[in-house]
């Protein structure tokens, strides 16, 4: 074993310092210490627009440097992969710039705001690969290790052929309409509201975990508070409170019927104001063999109903996924100790890293980036139309 | 306490012996056992169209005659209120006639299988009620006590205004496509499936609950299983296992988007495939200031969040519903011993009893019902049309 | 099927009427409807020593007569079975009295308030046996589908050698300094407080489901409130507050450690002052090759863990104690249809009915009851003595 | 905010590299990442008999430098504080020797394996804190977050007076008779089996949410396999299975019963055989105004009974301890983003740090520590004679 001490090194620039940063900059930290990785993450650069909060996020985060800006980033020689933690206003031109550079790329979600964007990354993408260059797109969930065990039990049969699928994506941080507006409600920055910041994840998850993809979409977006008071830095003042208000331009929630393409029928709620709720991810899959049902507020468990058992002793069994034998848990604690949010960030890593070495393309690539844009979309598009919307192949 | 012995009596004629009338039975003798009913009902008769197997229901199920016609129910003076457990098919002409007849009538959801029959059973109800004769429909879930608790805080404004609401009915028991075909299956007798059925029930639940009423939907159906083999009394084979097959008529599973009057957002979904969910009506509603939860597998409690609380200690309160303050608990036993299935058909007994007594409309009346009926045709025709449909006032 | 309208009579006289009076009657009167019965209970009359309050027990319980004195309930016809509903200090009496007079006895938990009384019973109990008379104690919660449950998956092996027991019985009803006195708080009526009232129910539990019996425990008993309010009809008074107080001479709580016949290890603990817990039967179980977990607040439900089951989807499975296949099932409703307190009761009387009919003993028996009595004395003995006291057998 | 890169530097050196070694070097390296200290923590040198092995762990955990003999790493300058992570029959010399060299010391529990070691310990940090030397005793439980609120609570009198106390934790990882021995099944490195390792925990736990201290205990220890097979490293073989028998000379598990200085009642059971439990800590407090639970296997959860509220609205509440005013949770991610079980161990550098800054004695300090191992030595004594054990003051 190295634990990555003696591996090659692969150097990392990451544009971004705000809540996404810390995850990335925490998983690119932690990853080598507790699984032996054949590439060694070095933290070269961060990059933010103002230079002494870059700085400041550099010492603070962890990261050798600083830069003010991207272009800069991608000229640098100890950049290998761009990790792009900004806004998705700004994934598009980052994430094609740094693949045209040569340089790997992992790419938060949602890929971006609009699908023609999406469409010119996941172009770039395949551009790329065939030069050997890398693009990933960060939906972190994927590797929950209760969640990839959902994918691990359907991909070896164990629900049988999927008939229902229920999905919700519960959080409340702006029930209050007094909470203020912030860049994640303003459509031109955030693409959309609760849709594509958390909407997306389930779109996602459930894609990854049946293996199948969503084909029509019948939609409803709300918008329950029109206005909220401005942000200090909205307003321009400092040290006194605004009397101002803005409009809020994106979803406060987005429901959604959907049918995916081997005959199951999905339910889908996104919304920031399901009161109590925190960051409630539910998903529950029912097949005609078993069902599988997970809740990230429960995070380390995986519940699973087995119909191929007698009736006598069928029941949801709660798997506490902290085995030895669960995916990823080996290389943490004993079982049934549990891990938290960062740590789906920390194994994206290492499956990205293992995939750079091996020389295979890591999921979710950017063209799944790309499907889960145009469910978006469709959604989108029919809450207006009032009506069904197809997602194209 | 009179206790009901020495109270008028209120003689009972109950058409139909299956499930429903098992469950009506054992609350019109248990009722006044344990509550203080102003009326003392009399099981007098019970109706099937088999003679055999009509005075036999009446032995077990405790009432004094049998009959094999309807009709000749509704000419015997011991019947004051006539109580219809049949299919749905053959509750407007009963309900009409029951009620022309100077009957009370307690029948059994959904109030009819169109929206047409509701309609006549409406409009038979209103011209009754002008001359002190009664109506209800059986939406007996109202009267779980966890339920009857969720809307007493709602009308207290305990959860402000309602953002959200998600409702599931979740059942098992045909997702084995060998299951033989009911006339639960085919759509002459029960109109319609997962949706009529079970879905009858979420949409009655939550406008209870929440007091509000659906405005629109989109909806979409699916028959997952199209042809099952019959049962032997349908072959008309008796002895034999039965090999050949009939279609089936409904839905297996029906799911639908809505908005309510004053703004909230719904998600429903009513299945009898959601493997390993044998009686699961889910119901959360998310409003400004609370939240409330609800999970008929655990009946005896309600989860309560109050949004007013201070963050530190807030959080979704499990409630269990067996206080002497909470709705009909102190009759029974004391807290902590739940109550089961059948006690809501023992209070919704109470409630129509102590209605009838005090010459005041019981609900849900045959007008709730006929609302209940329009949400799921438009539900229907929504499924066909692809686009979203309004309900009709 | 007859439905025990055609079986023979099985006449009942019941003693006392109170709690307990008001769950027995239900079950004589319910037991029928659902069941077939071999005998037909017959409630022939019920026995207080208040004659109005007897009379109206009658009528609102539902018995053909009434007596004040149940030695003449004794004498009594109409009487093949007396029911004792009275607090434990007139057990003994009534039962070794009824079993001289060839009745049969369903006597309520505990058995008696002193071994001595209980090793009375028992013997009685022997010898009413010889000559087919036929004694039960009503140690209901046995027959609640869960634990019957439990008793079967033991018996059959899936959880192996039984290592830990681990019992909780948690209720909070006097945990108020201020809740008056009751009889059940007096140790000449009630012999003991929290440790013969429920904790008496998880001695019986855990014996009954891992079929091995207690050999030891060392104990603690506890009275956190010495002195209490009288009720009013204590103090004499009527329509007054009492502000006399009165002394409680029974444990609040009793906490004990246990070592089974077979080498299990148990611990155990019942207390009326555990705040917030209303009827908290907890009752976890760990066995060489499975574990099993009991609450009676959600009394439909058994926990299984199966340790054959490979690491990757082991955990405890949420059995919804409600399929056709489970124990009392198929009579009720359909599955996910919860059953409530009460129902075990019904339960009772149908394997009494069973057992008398088939001319076999009934469990659990006199001499099981002795035992438990046995074991409250050696945990009282305990608690006084600050050692381990050892089960004689 | 400095983040810790211009504050006054702490050199660490760390003593023991196995499982407890990397949890605390990932706390070293991540507080400062996530919180503002004081001091900036410098991962100095590890101390492992194995130099190869030794040196391999420091480049895996991240330290400068390594030894092989812990009185090396003592006379280092380097070296501010010794982080004793080894088993626990070594405590006392390490931490004596570092104490008296001027080191602060952070000791792995339990803090000795007899009285007489911790009682030198605890002189030792007692003269040490005369010059201003600290030490500290890592039960990192307490700082979970729903733990430490849970004690937060209680100190705000929000459970009132604290009648009882139920503590368990449950493991099962040796189970299996099969199951290999290891150090932590022999007495003369271990000291004790489930009653040191995790019981010790649960006493920590109880006494520490409580404020209140046990004054006598009942216990029983239990061996339910006396013989296990010498794992390959014990045999002298390599690359072949070992056939031969070591003795287990530990307990399986152990139950006790207590009493509190206060007057609560305790009961607690540690065990390796509860089959299906993986790290259940489950700790339930019950007091005259409201009661607390945890389990360790939904961490991030504390429930809370308040019985001030009114009966209508009483129930248990699932506080998710992720809001910004929680306990640690502001440093970490939005409400709802679950923290893992290394987070405690962050956390207690974090309050380390922090007190070694401000001149204040760290908790639990060695005096806790000590009467900890005062309670496991009274639990022994007593399951030897079987008679309840005062602990001395």
């Keep these: 074993m190295n634990h990555g001490t003696t591996a090659p090194a692969l150097s990392v620039g990451m544009v971004g310092h705000a809540f996404m940063g810390a995850a990335h900059s925490h998983a690119w930290r932690t990853a080598p210490r507790f699984f032996d990785l054949p590439l060694r993450p070095v933290m070269s650069v961060v990059c933010g627009r103002d230079g ?25 020689d100890d950049v290998d992969l761009v990790d792009i933690c900004t806004p998705g206003d700004s994934h598009a031109e980052i994430a094609v710039a740094a693949l045209e550079a040569g340089k790997h790329v992992l790419c938060e979600k949602p890929l971006a705001n609009t699908v023609e964007e999406a469409e010119r990354m996941s172009a770039a993408a395949d551009k790329a690969r065939a030069v050997g260059v890398r693009a990933m797109v960060g939906f972190a969930y994927r590797r929950v290790p209760a969640v990839t065990l959902a994918r691990r039990l359907v991909e070896a ?23 203020p507006l912030s860049w994640r409600l303003e459509k031109d920055k955030a693409g959309s509201g609760a849709l594509g910041d958390i909407g997306a994840h389930i779109i996602d998850l459930t894609q990854f975990i049946t293996g199948e993809r969503i084909s029509s979409v019948s939609g409803h977006l709300r918008t329950f508070v029109d206005e909220r008071p401005l942000a200090l830095e909205h307003s321009g003042l400092s040290g006194t409170a605004s009397t101002e208000r803005g409009a809020v331009t ?37 097949g005609a063999r078993g069902s599988l049902a997970f809740d990230f507020e429960d995070m380390n ?27 990823y848990a ?12 960062e740590h789906a960030f ?4 290492v499956d990205l ?10 999921h979710p690539s950017f ?14 598009s029919s809450s207006d139309s009032r009506t069904w919307q197809e997602i194209s192949a």
């Design 157 to 179: 049969g164990r629900i049988g052929e999927v008939r229902h699928v229920r999905a919700q994506y519960l959080q409340d941080w702006i029930a209050d309409p007094e909470a």
């Design 367 to 380: 063209a799944d980036g790309l499907q889960v844009q145009r469910v978006l979309a469709a959604v989108e």
């Design 250 to 286: 994106v979803d406060d929630a987005a429901v959604f019927l959907a049918t995916f393409t081997t005959g199951a029928v999905g339910v889908f709620e996104a919304t920031r104001f399901a009161t109590g709720r925190k960051n409630g991810i539910r998903i529950e899959i029912n």
């Design 346 to 349: 920390t194994h994206q890593v």
């Design 52 to 76: 002494a909060r870059a700085a400041d996020a550099a010492a603070r985060l962890g990261w050798a440097d600083s830069e003010t800006d991207w272009r800069r980033l991608l000229e640098r």
């Design 330 to 341: 080996a290389a943490w604690w004993p079982p049934g100790h549990g891990l938290g949010y």
């Design 301 to 327: 468990v995986l519940e699973f109903y087995d119909a191929e058992e007698p009736a006598e002793t069928a029941g949801f069994r709660r798997i506490l996924v902290t085995e030895a034998d669960h995916p």
């Design 353 to 362: 890293v293992t995939s750079l070495a091996q020389g295979e393309d890591p």
